[in-house]
């Protein structure tokens, strides 16, 4: 199989990478490294089953001879990474959708998109499963990225209606694992940055919202299982352990062995009170589920960071 990743540099994209390579598929990576890095792929770059095509997704994008799927990871991703590049994000969730469709279609190739618990907003259903619609503010700050999805996952449904193009839609609950990047200021790279500097976690708010945190190999399995079924519904894929921020940062702390203090800074505007998955639909269709424990996920994690800071 010939497999197009967009967004192939970035954390997700990098393993999704190295796995349809070393399950011996050609891969053709493409990214403008707006978020992504370049040493996430460096380890392929030797592979002849690898190339990289540095392009802009938002502009259409033409690859010589047959693909077979086409995954749609390009976007900033971490509320840090949105909230600086609001347009862009705006732009790679509708034209970058557009132009991967447009590809996938050209080619006859399956489409996966990269979709999101955040279409679910600051959720008024919990768990969240695909029936629900979602809370989201369209005009707020997280607005940019949450509506970009929105109207990505419409892009898709229509593709697939109107084209008939075999898609899938996997919703992704909150990832973690190496690659992340350490100022990406998502929750887990800042605790693990912090604790392992001596400096005090930053839990916003009173750290009592929740989240539900999904190893990466396994966020992989379920990508690389939803891509070859015919289902073109929405599927969440996470880990259904909610924890709540707080537990999260002292958890942390005490993986690390470090001294921090937690300190409480303000909460940003529109965090969600609360998220955590239910994945019956990935259960019965996949026959997928989690398996990593949270704490050897982190312990991984926390290895990989060593590591990185300690090269520089
Ligand atoms: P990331 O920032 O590490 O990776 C995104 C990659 O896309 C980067 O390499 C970036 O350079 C690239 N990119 C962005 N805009 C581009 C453009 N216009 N053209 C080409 N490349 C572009 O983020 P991630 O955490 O790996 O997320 C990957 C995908 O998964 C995103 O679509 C994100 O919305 C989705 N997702 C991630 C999570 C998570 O917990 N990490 C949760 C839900 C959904
Ligand atoms: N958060 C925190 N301290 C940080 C970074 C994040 O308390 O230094 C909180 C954030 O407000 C949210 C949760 O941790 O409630 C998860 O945030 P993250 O940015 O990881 O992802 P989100 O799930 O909000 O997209």
């Given amino acids: 199989m010939r497999i197009v990743i967009t967004g192939g540099a970035g954390f997700i994209g990098s393993h999704l990478c190295e796995r349809f390579l070393q399950d011996g598929h050609e891969v053709v990576c493409i990214d403008n490294f707006i978020t992504g890095t370049y040493a996430n792929i460096v380890p392929f770059l030797d592979c002849p089953r690898f190339t990289l095509i540095t392009h802009d997704i938002c502009k259409p994008l033409y690859v010589d001879g047959p693909v077979d799927a086409v995954l749609h990871f390009a976007s900033p991703a971490s509320p840090i990474d949105y909230m ?26 399956r489409f996966l998109l990269a979709s999101t618990s955040e279409v679910y907003g600051d959720p008024q259903v919990h768990p969240q499963a695909e029936d629900y619609w979602g809370h989201v503010n369209p005009i707020g700050v997280r607005g940019v990225y949450d509506e970009a999805k929105r109207f990505a996952e419409a892009m898709t449904m229509a593709y697939h209606r109107c084209h008939g193009l075999r898609t899938h839609i996997a919703r992704i609950f909150n990832t973690y694992g190496p690659r992340m990047r350490l100022d990406d200021g998502r929750a887990l790279p800042n605790f693990m940055g912090q604790a392992l500097r001596g400096e005090p976690l930053t839990v916003y708010g009173d ?14 399995e379920g990508l690389v299982r939803l891509l070859w079924t015919d289902c073109a519904e929405p599927v969440n894929l996470g880990n259904p352990e909610e924890v709540t921020i707080l537990e999260f940062a002292r958890e942390i702390l005490e993986l690390t062995g470090g001294k921090s203090q937690i300190v409480f800074c303000p909460l940003p505007q529109d965090d969600p009170r609360v998220r955590r998955p239910d994945i019956t639909r990935a259960r019965q269709l996949l026959g997928w589920e989690p398996k990593v424990p949270r704490r050897e996920g982190l312990q991984r994690t926390l290895d990989y960071f060593r590591r990185i800071m300690h090269a520089g």
Avoid at 84 to 109: D, E, M
Avoid at 207 to 220: A, E, K, M, N
């Fill in 84 to 109: 600086r590049y609001p347009i862009q994000t705006l732009k790679v969730g509708s034209l970058g959708t557009h132009n991967a469709l447009g590809l996938a279609r050209a080619k006859s190739a």
């Fill in 207 to 220: 750290g009592s919202q929740t989240r539900s945190f999904c190893y990466i190999d396994d966020l992989v």
